[in-house]
């Protein structure tokens, strides 16, 4: 069985910055990722706000994170890790291909895309409901489409989806955007018209998908409106099922609870990026994947749990 | 057309060639020089191909344009077109070029088919090699999906354990605007067999992908 001081599961950027700190602070290595090396960065249609970059498409960001990552580490794609068991000192992680052994575990496995769960979404989804922009908006240019959400996700995607050419509205169940004011501005320069106060009961349609129900939550009014495609973008969940069955204590909405050097309840667990919830931005997650990492390091070298046995001393919430 | 391929990825694609392929790969390209609708496409399918051969002399290249014989003997009626080593009895294809996302799924098939190595698991490997009859695994994708080469390098794998019986193509929507239609191809990758015998969206995991191939 391959055997490293660090297996980092997850590549996102969360992941894949853990990496190249730890492995340029001495520790050996892998990362392995359920599907694509890049995480939900390679989604995004424009990231705007990470550092250095003025302007960069998600795809290109990513495979810059990947390429850089790979100049240390060996990254596993398509590799999901099912399970996470605590042998002793070590960890034994599985997956579908086969088994590693770990002195460490750096959890950076993100979050998933959130669903409405209201009548016809899962029916749908794939013949006109989509949680993904970038991959589906071009199947929609010239037709009608709703963005569900009102955060910064839902807002760029709106913008995108213009920008392909599609009919494109805004449903936001509340008053007001949480997203920031540099994309609203954008938004609202574009002429998308968003409808407010208002939230989706239904979606129905007959090989596809032919409109949505909507409820105005001020009015009580429900009104159909005729469209061709929704994009769902109302947050996410976390990817958080390795760190349960780790015994890795959770917030009420199960994000992973870390202290500021990144580290879980559990010694040896590492948590970082959208799974620790939070803002969920690319740089956040690739600062606290650095952190983790150096975490890892100082613990491997000088566990702070064998200094008073038992206890978890130093950890702080 | 400027280099495709910059000098930082040159050097990590002639690290993995040297480390992971076995023998020589043909590329075939087929290309329609009148199409000017599909002119940039058809060219970044001939440049990548030929960059890729400068990084590793064991990917040949082979251009061919529209009307010529190899057309009708490969059965390409789309252009550009790429087929994979089509001589060693695999059909795996690209229906228009390998661009955006699509690019590291192309590259992943060229060493896999190097080594002869479906790169599946075990016991789905063996499955497909008992595969009698004939399927056509159709991928769609778009470019800007970072989901779909994994769907497209499952279906290659698959058409590299059934060499002959499965024929895997990635149909790329952007420049297949008819096909996708056809099928009513609103969200990628979706995945179409014997031409709508069964249809289904998503990336799969191996083991559906395999028992997919052996219901159609
Ligand atoms: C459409 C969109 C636009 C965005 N735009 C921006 C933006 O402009 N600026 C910005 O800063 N942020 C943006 N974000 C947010 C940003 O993408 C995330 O904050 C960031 O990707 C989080 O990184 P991460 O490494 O924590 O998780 P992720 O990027 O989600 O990566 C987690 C990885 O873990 C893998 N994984 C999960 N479970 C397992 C398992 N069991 N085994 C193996 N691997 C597993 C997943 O496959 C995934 O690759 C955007 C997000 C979306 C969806």
């Not at chain 1, 990722?33 to 995004?44: C, F, I, P, Q």
């Not at chain 1, 596993?76 to 996470?84: A, H, L, Q, R, S």
Request: hydrophobic letters at 40%.
């Amino acid at each position: 069985m391959e055997s490293y001081d660090t297996v980092i599961i997850g590549a996102g950027p969360a992941g894949l910055n853990a990496a190249i700190y730890a492995v340029r602070a001495g520790l050996s290595a892998i990362v392995l990722d359920g599907k694509t090396a890049g995480g939900l960065v390679a989604e995004s249609p424009a990231i705007e706000n990470y550092l250095g970059f003025s302007s960069i498409d998600g795809m290109k960001l990513s495979a810059k994170f990947k390429t850089h990552a790979q100049h240390y580490v060996q990254i596993k794609e398509i590799e999901p890790v099912t399970d996470i068991i605590r042998k002793e000192d070590v960890f034994l992680v599985k997956t579908e291909r086969g088994e590693y052994s770990a002195k460490t575990i750096i959890l950076a496995t993100g979050s998933e895309h959130r669903h409405l769960g209201i009548p016809g979404e899962e029916e749908f989804s794939g013949r006109g409901v989509s949680y993904c922009s970038t991959c589906d908006g071009f199947f929609f240019r010239n037709k009608e489409v709703l963005v569900v959400g009102g955060g910064n996700t839902a807002v760029g995607d709106a913008i995108y989806l213009k920008g392909v050419g599609c009919n494109v509205r805004l449903v936001h169940r509340r008053g007001s955007l949480r997203a920031e004011k540099a994309l609203q501005d954008k938004m609202f320069s574009m002429d998308i018209p968003v409808m407010w106060d208002s939230e989706l009961v239904e979606i129905y349609g007959d090989s596809k998908v032919k409109g949505v129900r909507v409820r105005n939550k001020k009015t009580g009014e429900i009104s159909d409106v005729a469209v061709d495609g929704i994009f769902i973008s109302i947050g996410e969940d976390p990817n958080n099922d390795l760190a349960k069955n780790l015994g890795v204590k959770l917030a009420d909405d199960g994000y992973v609870i870390i202290d500021r050097f990144s580290r879980t309840n559990v010694p040896g667990v590492y948590a970082a990026g959208d799974l620790t919830g939070g803002v969920k931005q690319i740089i956040v997650a690739a600062s606290e994947g650095a952190v983790a990492a150096l975490s890892a390091y100082e613990d491997i070298n000088n566990p702070y749990w064998k200094k008073d046995e038992g206890s978890v001393e130093g950890f702080e919430i | 057309m400027e280099q495709l391929i910059d000098e930082e990825s040159r050097q990590e694609l002639k690290e993995k060639f040297q480390k992971e392929m076995k023998r020589p790969v043909e590329l075939m390209v087929f290309i329609d020089p009148e199409d000017s609708e599909h002119k940039d496409y058809s060219d970044f399918s001939v440049q990548i191909s030929k960059e890729l051969a400068e990084i590793d002399d064991r990917i040949k290249v082979k251009v061919f344009n529209k009307g010529d014989p190899e057309c009708e003997k490969y059965d390409v009626s789309r252009f550009p077109s790429i087929l994979i080593d089509p001589d060693s009895g695999y059909k795996i294809r690209y229906t228009g070029a390998p661009a955006g996302q699509e690019g590291w799924g192309f590259v992943e098939t060229i060493t896999l088919v190097s080594r002869d190595d479906p790169g599946l698991l075990p016991v789905n490997a063996e499955k497909l090699r008992g595969l009698s009859k004939d399927v056509k695994v159709q991928v769609y994708v778009t470019p800007s999906c970072p989901y779909c080469p994994m769907a497209v390098v499952l279906a290659n794998k698959a058409a590299i354990a059934a060499k002959g019986k499965v024929m895997a193509e990635c149909v790329e929507a952007y420049e297949n605007p008819d096909l996708a239609d056809l099928y009513n191809v609103s969200a990628v990758p979706q995945q179409v067999h014997n031409d709508g015998a069964l249809i289904s969206v998503g990336v799969q995991p191996e083991d559906k992908f395999v028992d997919d191939i052996l219901k159609s």
